[in-house]
């Protein structure tokens, strides 16, 4: 048996589980961190995109852990080795794959259940989205890997050019993912804005150029005076409400480009004006999770130091102790990642 964290929306309970069985092509893993993510407390309010996760079940998603049992057909992978795999891994035959847009699959096999001590991987997720993990980082930064690529993905879609003034908002774990990120693509100034003088603070450790706390100014004023009245090349959107997404508008150029990155609850609108996207030519996209190329190359960037995450990791707590770490999740202002020990 081993303890793992089971939940529906709104309900969380620690129990033991029977051991998985592994099978052709699968591997089991014995986690040693699972990092939280914005998106769990999304899952744990509101439940998640129809159809991918049913309840109840174990959930977390973002981990890394020693290999404790190698199943037939695979060869690559030994007992205790160092690992950790995405969430996802597409099936390279759907129309969206054939199209080269993996993130989108029409037939997506998802892995939950890192808020466990063991998790298993099936053998598509082993084949296309795991990796070594180097001896250069910790189970704690490789756990990481997973909002990075999502990150990497965004980053690559709102295709940020040397010399760019760029605007995040949200300086949540992602906003400050995309700052490094926008930094090492060439932006040569950011402004970050939050509600948190904390958050605010990691930040500018972190490279940002400028901040504004939104309860004390205006981020779209204080961008505009930024850049001489023209607004940032680049808007990236990190938090996932749709005033946000409208703010984000506003703080843009003509001709630039807003990433709305941040998902916003199912079914909620926002208005846009017809002219900034015709008369502007501002272009407004968004981005949707990542591909196993981005976890690839999101794991060798934190392995080479070239994006820190060990600032953003806040707590560690025990896998019993889940129910405080959501509870600090859901009412913390400062706190960033947990980590979360079996």
Known sequence: MEAALLYGVKNLRVENIDMPEVGLGEILVKVRAATTCGTDVKIFQRGYVSGVIQYPTVFGHE?????????????????GMRVR????????????????????????MWLWGAYAEYIKAPARIVML??????????????????????????????NIKLGDTVAIIGAGPIGLLHLQTAKKMGAEKIMISDLVDERLQVAQELGADETANAKREDPVEKIKRFTDGYGAD???EAIGLPATWEQALKMVRKGGTV???GGCPPGTEITVRTE?????EVTMLGTFHATPAHFKKALNLIASGTVKVKPLITRRMKLDEIKDAFEILTTSKSDLKIVIHS
């Open 63 to 79: 981990w890394a852990g020693d290999v404790v049992k190698v199943g037939e057909g695979v060869s690559w992978l030994k007992e």
């Open 234 to 236: 680049v808007v990236i």
């Open 276 to 280: 900034l996207l015709h008369y502007g």
């Open 85 to 108: 795999a995405g969430n996802s891994a597409p099936c390279l035959r759907c129309k969206m794959c054939q199209k080269g847009n993996y993130n989108l699959c029409e037939n997506m």
């Open 129 to 158: 989205n795991m990796q070594e993990i180097p001896l250069s980082i910790t189970y704690e930064e490789a756990a990481v890997t997973e909002p990075l690529a999502c990150v990497l993905h965004g980053i690559e879609k709102a």
């Open 259 to 261: 990433l709305e990155f």
